[in-house]
């Protein structure tokens, strides 16, 4: 069973920065693609930041291209999320998910484990 805890969240102006973290435990991190997503309220959950086992390859929603950045730290079970030149519209709750076994995915159907979330309210 993998676990994902994510945190960091939080009340920012726009034009800020946030980082968000998710620790995760299980065996094997290493070897699965990991993503954020988010949800903003009444809206469906959206793809946000997907990053593969070895770190190599990333992609991003078009909204948040050249905003965010997605890492990771496989020898301590980490993922996270930075995210900068914050907008009003990036309010959501933010989840991590454990994507594909040494696979590349943004669907959120091939992303089986979730987080809870950790809210992000970005004010103007």
């Known amino acids: 069973q993998e676990h994902l805890v994510e945190s960091g969240g939080g009340s920012v102006q726009a034009g800020g920065s946030v980082r968000l973290s998710c620790a995760a435990s299980g065996r094997s991190f290493s070897a699965y693609t990991m993503g954020w997503f988010r949800q903003a309220p009444g809206q469906e959950r959206r793809f946000v930041a997907v990053?593969?086992?070895?770190?190599?390859?990333?992609n991003y929603a078009d909204s948040v291209k050249g905003r965010f950045t997605i890492s990771r730290d496989n020898a301590n079970n980490m993922v996270y999320l930075q995210m900068n030149n914050l907008k009003p519209e990036d309010t959501a709750i933010y989840y991590c998910?454990?994507?594909?076994?040494?696979?590349?995915?943004?669907?959120?159907?091939?992303?089986?484990?979730w987080g809870q979330g950790t809210q992000v309210i970005v004010s103007s």
């Open positions: 998910a454990r994507g594909p076994l040494y696979g590349r995915s943004q669907s959120a159907t091939d992303f089986d484990s």
């Open positions: 990053i593969e086992f070895t770190g190599d390859w990333t």
